[in-house]
């Protein structure tokens, strides 16, 4: 065998997978720059010193004999405050200075030019200093403070700290333990970044959207997947929360999706304002977009990458949201690499590490105490695109094993343009009753009481009218009838929202709440109305609209108005009856 | 086995000069190994020469050492791996782009099959284009008229959308097909066509071509035919050879652009079977693990570019096998598209044309392109009243199917006239004829003014003003009129009822 020299040659290339010799130095999932064009690759296996990589672009052209050379550290992501605002590939090389058509060498991580107003923290020089610790602050767009931490790796006596003045990513702001510590830092991708504590899930991530806040609700740090046949609502859903969630960064990763999609995502946030910092809502969010056609390998990174990104601000003490449409695409970039690798297939061809693949990657979600003490969380939600709808097939059924909340997309509800789709019947939340909990430290001490009849009436509602397909209407007893038409208020008056009206595409947790109770007020008076004697038939020709409508008449923090409807609506049955 | 001594040939013009290498060292399915090659890039184009003089086309799928597998779009067959010469390219599979594909048909890989002249034009792209910068695209908006009342009325087909037809087999797919590419228009902004047909049976090909013809005659249609007896490899390259063609006049000549591709079904056949000759580990139904990001790789050409005029739509026309919708080419399909027109065998049936399933179709993006500037303000609501109440319809259906149509209401009763006024007055149009967006708004208004107006609930008030019913004179609009008077034709616009 040749000797090992700092510049290796490339010896097979079939697609993605390139094979090189020669090369000294390199780690397994370390990254090598292979051919003219410099295109990353990520080495996934090694043996008798020929390195088996994978290219993160097209390697059309390459050739047998080009030159190999290696990065010597495994994928990573450069962060710094360039991030908030921007779009990214999967590898996090910005997508909005890159050129219009992306050919393999057309995207790379540019010199940053930009400055940034560094204010330093008032610290003594000194002072010893452990991961974490604060060592200034940057202002970025919409006045979001950026924090220039000590990293997780370093400690050490402060020696030295930048004065207030604007620096670039590669400039000192300070030196600690004798290493100058940048604006910016590199991390790799694959590894979760450390913290001090994993908290407990306590308070609700509150996303508007009131099937999921009401009835399937999602913990600041918890973790919940979307599955959902095509066109039944996972982007629409994701998107919503990318819009509304109650948190300070949002991180988009669209793996493996439309491009359409993501263009408009980014003319919709830059047009919505942040109510509470008037800026627009693309100032709080990172998008990754690795779209269906761009290379597979780079979506495999993506997902990581987003992570990635969402533990720097949670370190700074941030709560983080990350959304991943799709997951599935993520898991079938998977597969492609370890078929074309030979590795032995399980499921559907899906590789045997899938499942810890999956595992690994939603454990790094969690609420913290950061290494600084400060507490942060990464909240992650995940689309998943079961093939065929299939909900058994390995992505849907592993990661249903993994997540906190399952907020399951029903076809049938898509297709009677029930939206959001989620079904209340293969839906769950693991923290409902700690949200509960911190629902009733809030005063609202309904909360438990109402969701869970209006859960019991939906499942009772669901069994009746399978029962009235086989009988008919009419040989339902009185109460029954209610149950039925309650079940029809609760959908139609609760559950539906639509994202596409002013009103009702954001809901506040008072309306939520109001609009629940106006339902189960007009429940008990119609049920007193035929338990008093007044044929079903009667109550069922009340004209209902105002219950069905309040959600789209009244603002979206008004509750006192969906009260007022319900006590006209109540004074109404009232006289009808 | 065979000598290689590589001798050097090729075109003084050219920058590249291509080795040329005799003999291959093994032939099996479409694929050639070629032994001693030097500075063979993957992917790069090969020249495969007969002794007959005969030359083919391949790709390079990998190259390990000294060693160049090839895949021969047009197959092996008659290859003798002694008696063969192979030249590499040193550039990927490409084509000439310019206008001088218009009004011409070609085959799968961009050859002349109409007599004429081969393409010839100095600049070239390879065709499998490169990935658009998603932070560059422009959201689709306005539609593509298509002068078919279902598909304009409740699934718009818009600028830069990607909309696929699922259909099935002996459904008329290709004539609607065909009539979307015949009649489609922007409006008076520039249009052309590109129609890549895949593995369509000689018949079919010359159904498609003649009802092209004038179409072709303008000038403003490219016909890419790859038909059934074709070789599969070259299957594979034509919806390339057509999407390049298409961003070159979208993209560079400021043209809006829809392509049509049929059938999107044979193309994944063509590329299990190359798959499958590859050896490579087969994913569901023995596809190949990667068709959903080959798929993604021709849908996503489609879309606008910020700052630029054009934009390229896309219609992939595909049947479902066994009209089974969760098979994997139709799945993946839906996806990665923006919506889908679904074909009902049950109406083909019943005679209606085209058979389009309402319910299940959807144009995710009709609302950037129809409504007020783009269509008509009252068209939205005007399409989601329309497929709410074909849904109650349906139900109502559905109850009297299962006990009787003694226990609908009568207001069911009437859904259900409203449901035959559809299809019989907006659906079904003949394979030639092209309404206009206006006709084809009336025609709905018509069809919804069966329905009582106290059934409107999802339109604004305005627009059931201007509309419901006509112009029926004052004082004898029947907002709840008795059952018998729907039983025929309901009122055109204009006529007055009392
Ligand atoms: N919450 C919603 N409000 C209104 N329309 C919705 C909603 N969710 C989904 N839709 C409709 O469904 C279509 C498909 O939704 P999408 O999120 O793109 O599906 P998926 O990502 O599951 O394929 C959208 O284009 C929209 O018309
Ligand atoms: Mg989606």
Redesign the pocket.
């Known amino acids: 065998m040749s000797e090992l020299t700092d510049a290796g040659r490339v010896v097979r290339v079939n697609g993605p997978l390139v094979e090189v010799t020669g090369l000294r130095d390199v780690a397994a999932l370390d990254v090598v720059e292979v051919g003219p064009l410099r295109i990353p690759a990520e080495v996934v296996s090694i043996r008798d010193g020929r390195l088996t990589a994978e290219a993160f672009e097209y390697t059309g052209g390459l050739r047998v004999g080009d030159v190999a050379t290696s990065r010597h550290r495994p994928l990573s992501a450069r962060l710094g405050p360039g991030l908030l605002g921007g779009v990214f590939d999967g590898l996090l090389r910005p997508l909005d200075v890159g050129p219009t058509w992306l050919g393999p060498g057309a995207l790379v991580e540019p010199p940053s030019v930009a400055t940034w107003p560094f204010r330093p923290a008032p610290l003594d020089l000194g002072t010893l200093l452990g991961p974490g610790a604060l060592l200034g602050t940057v202002s970025v767009g919409g006045g979001f403070e950026h924090r220039v931490l000590v990293p997780p790796r370093g400690k050490g006596t402060v020696t030295w700290l930048a004065e207030p003045g604007t620096m670039g990513e590669d400039e000192t702001v300070a030196i600690v333990g004798g290493h100058s510590l940048h604006l910016a830092e590199d991390w790799p991708v694959r590894r979760a970044r450390p913290v001090r504590a994993r908290l407990r899930h306590f308070a609700p991530l509150v996303t508007g959207q009131r099937v999921i806040d009401l009835f399937f609700p999602i913990a600041h740090g918890a973790t919940a997947a979307v599955p ?13 929360i990318v819009k509304w969630a109650d948190v300070e960064v949002v991180v988009f990763v669209g793996c493996g ?1 439309r491009g359409n ?1 993501l263009a408009d995502a980014m003319a919709d946030l830059g047009a919505l304002r942040d109510p509470t910092t008037g800026t627009s809502l693309r100032e709080r969010t990172v998008i990754l977009a690795n779209t269906s056609n761009m290379p597979v390998m780079a979506r495999v990174a993506s997902v990581y990458t987003g992570m990635t990104v969402a533990e720097y601000f949670r370190d700074m003490g941030y709560r983080v949201v990350v959304l991943a ?1 799709s997951t599935s695409r993520w898991a079938e970039a998977l597969r492609e690499f370890s078929s074309r690798s030979g590795e032995l297939p399980a499921e559907e061809g899906y590789p045997a590490s899938l499942s810890s693949s999956l595992a690994a990657f939603y454990e790094r979600a969690a609420r913290v105490t950061t290494l600084g003490g400060k507490e942060g969380s990464v909240t992650l939600i995940g ?1 998943v ?1 079961p093939g065929g709808g299939d909900m058994t097939e390995p992505v849907t059924a592993q990661t249903e094993r993994y997540v906190r909340c399952l907020w399951s ?1 029903d076809r049938d509800l ?1 297709y009677a ?1 029930h ?3 989620v079904t209340w019947r293969h839906s769950f939340s693991l923290d409902d009753a700690t949200i509960a909990n911190w629902h009733a430290t809030q005063g609202r001490t309904g909360w438990v009481e109402a969701r869970a009849r209006a859960l019991s009436l939906l499942a009772e509602a669901d069994r009746l009218s399978s029962v009235v397909e086989l009988v008919g209407l009419g040989a339902l007893p009185a109460r029954e009838r209610i149950v039925l038409l309650t079940g029809r208020l609760l959908r139609e008056g609760v559950l539906q ?4 009206s002013e009103n009702d595409t954001f809901c506040s947790a008072a309306k939520q709440s109001a609009l629940l109770d106006m339902v189960l007020a007009v429940h008990d008076k119609c049920l007193a109305l035929v338990e008093g004697g007044l044929p079903a038939s009667a109550v069922e020709e009340f004209d209902l609209t105002i219950v069905t409508r309040a959600r789209d008449e009244t603002g979206p923090d008004d509750a006192e108005g969906v009260d007022r409807l319900r006590d006209e609506v109540l004074a109404r049955i009232g006289s009808q009856a | 086995m065979s000598a290689v001594e590589p001798t050097r040939s090729g075109a003084p013009s050219e920058l590249h000069i291509p080795l040329e290498y005799s003999g291959a060292a093994r032939v099996g399915g479409p694929l050639l190994a070629i032994r001693g090659v030097e500075g063979v890039g993957w992917d790069e184009i090969a020249r495969v020469r007969l002794p007959s003089g005969e030359v083919r086309y391949g790709l390079v799928l990998e190259v390990s050492g000294d060693v160049a597998i090839v895949e021969v779009l047009q197959g092996t067959s008659g290859v003798d791996p002694d008696l063969v010469t192979v030249a590499f390219e040193g550039r990927p599979f490409d084509i000439p782009v310019g206008d001088g594909w218009l009004g011409r048909v070609w085959n799968g890989m961009g050859e002349p099959i109409d007599g004429g002249p081969p393409m010839l034009a100095r600049e070239r792209r390879a065709v499998n284009g490169s990935p658009l910068n998603p932070s560059q695209r422009d959201v689709p908006s306005k539609p593509v008229l298509t002068g078919i009342s279902v598909i304009d009325a409740l699934a718009t087909l818009v600028r830069g959308q990607k909309l696929p037809v699922f259909s099935s087999a002996g459904l008329p797919h290709l004539e609607l097909a065909a009539q979307i590419a015949a009649q489609a228009n922007v409006a008076g902004e520039n249009f052309k066509v590109v129609v890549a047909g895949m593995g369509l049976t000689h018949t079919d090909a010359a159904a498609m071509r003649q009802v092209l013809e004038t179409r072709a005659a303008s000038g403003d249609l490219v016909l890419v035919l790859d038909t059934a007896d074709d070789p599969v490899v070259q299957r594979v390259l034509t919806p390339r050879v057509a999407l390049t063609i298409a961003e070159y006049l979208a993209f560079e000549r400021d043209q809006h652009v829809l392509v049509v591709l049929a059938d999107v079904t044979s193309y994944c056949e063509a590329l299990r079977e190359v798959s499958a000759a590859r050896g490579e580990v087969p994913g569901r139904r023995a596809y190949p693990g990667y068709l959903y990001s080959d798929l993604a790789s021709l849908y996503e050409r489609c879309g606008r570019i910020r700052g630029r005029a054009g934009s390229v739509t896309l219609v992939p026309v595909l049947t479902m096998p066994g009209g089974d919708i969760t098979h994997p080419v139709p799945d993946l399909t839906g ?1 990665i598209t ?2 889908q027109i679904v074909l009902s065998a049950d109406l083909h049936a019943q005679g209606v044309y085209p058979p389009v399933d309402v319910l299940a179709t ?1 144009s ?2 009709m ?1 950037k392109g129809a409504g007020e500037g783009r269509t008509r303000a009252d068209h939205v609501p005007l399409a989601a009243q329309i497929i709410a109440s074909l849904s109650r319809a349906r139900a109502a259906r559905e109850l009297a199917d299962l006990i009787g149509a003694e226990a609908l209401t009568e207001t069911d009763r009437i859904y259900l006239e409203f449901e035959d006024a559809f299809y019989r007055d907006l659906v079904n149009q003949s394979s030639d004829e092209s309404r206009s967006m206006e006709g084809t708004l009336d025609r709905a208004w018509r069809v919804l003014s069966v329905l009582p107006e106290r059934e409107l609930t999802m339109m604004p008030a305005a627009s059931i003003a201007a509309y419901y019913h006509g112009a029926l004179p004052k004082g004898t609009r029947r907002t709840n009129a008795p059952l018998g008077d729907h039983a025929s034709t309901p009122a055109a616009p204009g006529e007055s009822h009392g």
Do not use: H, I, N, V
């Open positions: 959902g046949g095509f066109g039944t609502g996972k982007t629409m859903l994701l998107q919503q999706e999609e449409d689309a695109s997309l898509a343009r939206y959001p789709a929202q639509s994202a596409l | 996806y923006e919506g959807l995710r993006l609302r």
